[in-house]
């Protein structure tokens, strides 16, 4: 049972223009939201982060909305650049505390900027 | 200078077959991980060590064995190697806090093929 869902595998995009990766997920009791970027051979990289206090954070390019009734969160990469082509994973944990969460992580749509 | 290195980058390798995956990282970080992608792609953890202690060890068979010598060093070893088996192991490694996770930083990989 997926409880993190990308539903897009894939995603083309012009450079220079808006490229925006949508997340689902359907456990009202996650409340810290991240985005993963890969290259292929390499390991995921964190990009950004949310938590369910705010529904935006931006950082440079890259800004995330949640919407927590809708339980959807989105990735906008504006302007969109050849290098952000790669892999984007969307994953989805707990406030717990004190001791290590764990990280569930959607399928990742594969995002292609083309010059 | 790499922070989260983990080797071999390949393994192939025949069923029944013994092996191990060592892991290592230099960012200080008091919590590691092995996570699984699938050929579905998704990437699922499937053990957390904090100081040396298991932490999290999610439904993997027992065939799978981890083992953390230090902080810095988690190493995966799976004995009766299965078809099943094969998919890109991830290793990660964070610093625990108080409240929301830590972002993961990953390795690079081991593609581990099983004929």
């Known amino acids: 049972d997926q409880q993190v869902k990308q539903n897009s595998p894939s995603l083309s995009v012009q450079e220079g223009r808006i490229s925006i990766l949508n997340c689902d997920y359907t456990?009202?009791?996650?409340?810290?939201f991240l985005w993963y970027k890969k290259y292929p051979a390499e390991g995921p990289t964190f990009l950004i982060s949310i938590s369910s206090i705010k529904d935006k954070n931006e950082d440079g390019r890259f800004t995330v909305f949640l919407n927590k009734s809708a339980k959807h969160l989105s990735l906008h990469i504006v302007p969109s650049q050849p290098g952000d082509s790669a892999v984007y994973f969307c994953?989805?944990?707990?406030?717990?505390?004190?001791?290590?969460?764990?990280?569930?992580f959607g399928k990742g749509t594969k995002l292609s900027v083309k010059p | 200078d790499t922070a989260v290195s983990q080797t071999p980058k390949y393994l192939v390798t025949q069923m029944g077959n013994d092996k191990s995956i060592k892991c290592e990282q230099n960012?200080?970080?008091?919590?590691m991980y092995w996570y699984k992608q699938d050929s579905k792609k998704f990437l699922k953890i499937m053990f957390s060590?904090?100081?040396?202690?298991?932490?999290i060890n999610e439904t993997v068979p027992n065939r799978f064995s981890p083992k953390s010598p230090d902080k810095a060093h988690l190493n995966l070893h799976i004995n009766s190697l299965e078809l099943g088996d094969s998919a890109v192991y991830f290793c990660?490694?964070?610093?625990?806090?108080?409240?929301?996770?830590?972002?993961?930083?990953f390795g690079n990989g081991t593609r581990l093929t099983v004929t």
């Open positions: 994953a989805a944990s707990f406030y717990y505390g004190g001791s290590q969460g764990n990280l569930i």
């Open positions: 456990n009202s009791m996650f409340d810290y």
């Open positions: 960012l200080g970080h008091d919590t």
């Open positions: 990660a490694s964070s610093q625990s806090t108080r409240g929301y996770p830590s972002p993961l930083h």
């Open positions: 060590y904090n100081n040396k202690e298991l932490i």
